[in-house]
């Protein structure tokens, strides 16, 4: 098991401002500014209810913010004005602007409260991407 764990790499932390679209294994610590429920339902799946959550919360740091969906656990997480740290995080595209996601090969952990006062006239999901076909000749 030592073996093992010599193999792991130290986590590099990425601030929101270095953040691209259709990058991933991003790990921030944020803060989270705002949370909205966007979709609550439940499935009768046999013997236990399954519930889809899906909240938009408006995470950043000194650098800037991006909104983060939050989904099903997540959403209990991401409470306004707590800390996380989201682990192999990834940008998704959705009309145009990047939203920041943990899928199930990441994970959302809330940590001690962060010093830094979140920058918030850098919204990098205002900022609106095209699609550009590039053909190489």
Not at 47 to 69: N, W, Y
Not at 85 to 91: G, H, S, T, V
Not at 100 to 105: I, P, R
């Amino acid at each position: 098991m030592a073996e093992a764990k010599s193999g792991m790499r130290k986590a590099v932390f990425t601030k929101v401002d270095q953040l691209r679209p259709g990058t991933s294994g991003h790990t921030l610590t944020v803060k989270v500014v705002d949370a909205k429920m966007v979709l609550q339902k439940g499935r009768p799946d046999g013997p236990q209810m399954r519930q889809m959550r899906i909240a938009e919360c408006l995470v950043g740091d000194e650098t800037g913010m991006i909104v983060f969906t939050a989904r099903n656990d997540q959403v209990v997480l991401m409470k306004e004005g707590s800390t996380v740290i989201l682990r192999n995080a990834k940008i998704d595209m959705f009309k145009g602007s990047m939203r920041l996601a943990v899928d199930k090969w990441g994970r959302v952990e809330v940590t001690e409260p962060a010093s830094f006062t979140v920058k918030e006239d850098n919204n990098l999901s205002l900022v609106e991407y095209e699609l550009v076909n590039v053909v190489e000749e």
